[in-house]
């Protein structure tokens, strides 16, 4: 059974950034697509980034240009770095597999865009 453990987050004002980290067990982490994940107060969790085994990205146009997502296959740890945060971009954030079934949900890391 993978575990998922998210960490990074905090509370930062707008135009600032943050750099999540996901940390996961089991080796089949290496050959999986991975997210990002959030989920606002109120909303539907959504993907808002995705990157293959082999690296390649893709964005939800509402993040595209701020955020980047990375992996360390070594590490077996995927990251998120984002710039420009905006008060819109506060919500709980989980990483899992780009696809279903998906693994069992970590605690997530919460981020807060505030002044």
């Known amino acids: 059974q993978v575990q998922l453990v998210e960490s990074g987050g905090g509370l930062v004002q707008p135009g600032g950034s943050l750099r999540l980290s996901c940390a996961a067990s089991?080796?089949?982490?290496?050959?999986?697509?991975m997210g990002w994940y959030r989920q606002a107060p109120g909303k539907q969790r959504e993907l808002v980034a995705a990157i293959t085994s082999g690296g390649t990205t893709t964005y939800t146009d509402a993040v595209k240009g701020r955020f980047t997502i990375s992996r360390d296959n070594a590490k077996n740890t995927i990251y998120l770095q984002m710039d420009s945060l905006k008060p819109e971009d506060t919500a709980v954030y989980y990483c899992?597999?780009?696809?279903?079934?998906?693994?069992?949900w970590g605690q997530g890391t919460q981020v807060t865009v505030s002044a």
């Open positions: 089991g080796r089949i982490f290496r050959i999986e697509s």
């Open positions: 899992n597999r780009n696809r279903s079934p998906l693994w069992p």
